[in-house]
């Protein structure tokens, strides 16, 4: 147990709205990352779920496991439906129809649903600075299909449309980086969360809830199924993609790039690809142009760190 | 799985099918996926509730009375093997579910 930052757990809210009975794997960190984000947002919250694996293992009729208001929407839209309930909600408080309250209007995706077939609906709802959270769930593929890669896949990685082989090494293009794509809206408030740093994601779905206008959070969720891990690793995962800088923990407030958790040292990316299935076949000349490619990275967050951009 | 005994008729559908029973998956109990329970030893568990934290399932809670140690609701619990791992003092086992 190393990096443990866990410490009052009893402090955490328990109003769960997001019921045991779901169909998600054994393991999966997705479905623990939603229900630790609806236990701070709690029941005045209405979501609109584009497809995806949170849809399917959620709602499969006639059961729901959301015990709060849920809409599933197509796989393109779910920004602009959050965005149209979010309209709707003020224009009844302004009308009188409904009492005057804070009501937190969620729309959540997968990477696929944000990344490659939902960005210009999320681009129009950020742009037109809708008060609400929209949440990417990131498991770096197309899960609910079976494995196929997305533009969030990272490089290297084999699915079954960038299978790896003799001539390739599984996905030939670099990670998507929709945070920086979002923070460009220029919105009050951006940042990636990961479920292994339970306190830290619980802050910033908060900051998310609390700001005026519109809030991205994009959020690290390992795939036992899909990464071929073992599922009782997955929240280890989470705390090796951070450590190792495949994912970095940050924050955007008004512009300024904080590192939520800082690593000073990264540690050898080894420890992240060896555990997964999906980067077994590749070589140590691989890892180490990926590590370097990461560690560019990292630096780069480390230089923009307190500046306002 | 789930049990219901008689599907309904189209016509009695709610609009939209929109379910109209919230939280209604909890008749699903998804604890016959389970190949290994979890098992804790009390005198090692320090009740500081990160199996409570990152069970997957949220079907670990600490029980009513006191002193309180967390148990895992065994209706849903998948055994995948999270609280077992992530316990910082090791006192969960899994132990295989026999027939």
Known sequence: MEGMNVFAARLFPKDNRFVSGHRACQGCAEVLAVR?????????TMVASATGCMEIISSSYPDTAWSIPWIHVAFENAAAVASGIEAGLQILMKKGRMPKRKINVVGMAGDGGTADIGIQALSGALER????????????????TGVQRSSSTPYGASTTTSPAGKISIGQQTWKKNVTMIAAAHNIPYVATASPSYPFD??????????VKGPAYLHVYSACPTGWRLDPKLAITIGRLAVQTGAFP???????KLKISVKTPKLRPLQDYTKPQGRFRHLDDAT????EKRLFEEYQKLERREGLIF | MATQSAKPKWTELAVGT?????GSARQNRTGDWR???PIWNHEECIRCGVCVIFCPEGCIHFDQDQPGYPSADLEYCKGCGICAHECPTACITTQEEEE
């Open chain 2, 18 to 22: 929109a379910i109209t029973v919230p």
């Open chain 1, 287 to 290: 890892i180490a142009e990926i």
């Open chain 1, 129 to 144: 600075g809708h008060d609400m959270i929209y949440i990417c769930y990131d498991n770096e593929a197309y899960m609910n």
């Open chain 1, 36 to 44: 630790l984000i609806h236990q701070i947002l709690g029941r005045n």
């Open chain 1, 249 to 255: 923990l940050y924050e955007i407030e008004n512009g």
């Open chain 2, 35 to 37: 190949s290994s329970r």
């Open chain 1, 201 to 210: 994601l619980a802050e910033k779905v908060r900051k998310a809830a609390k």
